[in-house]
């Protein structure tokens, strides 16, 4: 079976194909080599506008970006692929827009899911040391999946809340993490910077009137995973 096979099995693409995989060398992994897997559009595939999602005629290619994927048998995955920019009537010129990542990030989608995900049972260092990762994609990772949970889940009944405190590895700047720690919902709401008051005041502004009155409880600290 190649591993093409089983990339399209786990993060399939309509109009992408992976055309190639094979070693490589990445500055982050030292001297241990890792997948390279080559992308690229697919004949029939039109590129899609990043700003308005429509598909839009080419204008150029930028030079080939590298994006993190879940490492394989222990071995980094990086996927290499020469973004498209394209002439949208709406938007101007712009890069397209892909299904493995957003925006500017140099890690995948998936691969940020993967480390919050391991974030919950491990400390974001321990996460960063597991995975040859650092400490940044970690807490960028977390802190991505907590806005989304933000704007997709269920704010609704919040009760205890844990807060806790976390030092931003190499500096001495705090950040203030707020959990639900409601029997049966257990998640990591908020994070914000520093540790002052002024920090939980946000916090509350943010939680809104109407959910502060339902709470009943706060806890200084509840040993969340960080
Ligand atoms: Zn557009």
């Not at 070693?23 to 897997?37: C, H, K």
């Amino acid at each position: 079976m190649q591993l093409q096979t089983i990339l399209n099995q786990v993060e399939p693409f309509k109009s992408f194909l992976y055309r190639k995989v094979r070693w490589g060398t990445s500055e982050a992994e030292g001297d241990r080599p890792v997948l390279e897997v080559l992308i690229e559009p697919r004949a029939n595939g039109r590129a899609l506008c990043s700003g308005c999602g429509c598909a839009a005629p080419g204008y150029d290619r930028l030079a080939q970006r590298r994006f993190e994927f879940v490492p394989l048998w222990g071995i980094a995955v990086f996927f290499l692929y020469s973004m498209r920019r394209v002439a949208c009537p709406r938007c101007g010129v712009t890069v397209e827009q892909v299904p493995w990542c957003e925006g500017k990030h140099s890690l995948t989608t998936t691969y940020r899911w993967f480390l919050a995900g391991w974030a919950k049972r491990l400390s974001w260092k321990g996460v960063a040391e597991a995975f040859h990762t650092t400490w940044q994609n970690v807490f960028r990772s977390v802190k991505d999946a907590v806005s989304w949970g933000l704007t997709h889940r269920d704010l609704s009944g919040i009760e205890s809340l844990g807060v806790d405190e976390v030092q931003w590895q190499c500096g001495h700047k705090y950040l203030t993490l707020v959990y639900q720690i409601d029997s049966g919902c257990k998640r990591l709401l908020w994070i914000g910077q520093e540790r002052t008051t002024k920090t939980f005041l946000r916090f509350f502004r943010w939680l809104g009137k109407e959910r502060s009155r339902g709470l009943k409880f706060i806890a200084a600290t509840c040993g969340g995973p960080t």
